[in-house]
């Protein structure tokens, strides 16, 4: 079966770091571009960016370029966002998904659980 | 930046009912064009691909149409578990979503 298992919640203050996870199984993770995908409570969901997880190469949305960072650890499936300083505005759920081709284009076929990210002081 | 608009945000039906949601494009995006289904608290589901084809094992009762700007969602007689929030993405450059459409029961 093809999955995304994602990382447990988290409950963190304005200013820390963070690094949420998301790994694959039941298929050549290497292989598939790994998206993230942001839902703030009570909004709509969020195209944050991608990462091929064979070479590392990433694409963020412009809405979050320099926010947060995508990374990839192949050798163990898995993916990784993360926050250098968090503000109160990054209270969301995160959900990450694998991005497969269908047709001609692409979409988000398989989704993690999710990771709920609570920042407040 | 290529924006999804939705309408409407919100709609009450019946079950039986034949539901449409529009999803529109600010620019051209072919037929690059997905949609899926969000139940509370749930990930996201991924029913449509390419405008009008179903993903594997979803419902036929489900169907998409399109191209351009302007595309369509239907539901031809509306299911108790249908009752969700809907979603258009684009996959022509990036990969965004409407703001999405909440269908409630009446």
């Known amino acids: 079966e093809v999955q995304l298992v994602q990382s447990g919640a988290e409950v963190k203050k304005p200013g820390e770091s963070l690094k949420i996870s998301c790994k694959g199984s039941g298929y050549r993770f290497s292989n598939y571009w790994i998206g993230w995908v942001r839902q703030m409570p009570g909004k709509g969901l969020e195209y944050m960016g991608i990462?091929?997880?064979?070479?590392?190469?990433?694409i963020y949305s412009p809405s979050f370029q320099g926010q947060v960072t995508i990374s990839v650890d192949k050798s163990i499936s898995t993916a990784y966002l993360q926050w250098s300083s968090l503000k109160a505005s990054d209270t969301a759920m995160y959900y990450c998904a694998r991005l497969n081709g269908v047709g001609a284009s692409d979409a988000f076929d398989v989704w993690g659980q999710g990771t709920l990210v609570a920042v407040s002081s | 930046d290529i924006q999804m608009t939705q309408s409407p945000s919100s709609l009450s039906a019946s079950v039986g009912d034949r539901v449409t949601i529009t999803c529109r494009a600010s620019?051209?995006?072919?037929?690059?064009l997905n949609w899926y289904q969000q139940k509370p608290g749930k990930a996201p589901k991924f029913l449509i691909y390419a405008a009008s084809s179903l993903q594997s094992g979803v419902p036929s009762r489900f169907s998409g149409s399109g191209s351009g700007t302007d595309f369509t969602l239907t539901i031809s007689s509306l299911q108790p578990e249908d009752f969700a929030t809907y979603y258009c993405?684009?996959?022509?450059?990036?990969?965004?979503f409407g703001q999405g459409t909440k269908v409630e029961i009446k």
């Open positions: 620019q051209s995006i072919s037929s690059y």
């Open positions: 990462i091929y997880p064979d070479d590392s190469d990433t």
């Open positions: 993405q684009h996959s022509y450059t990036t990969r965004t």
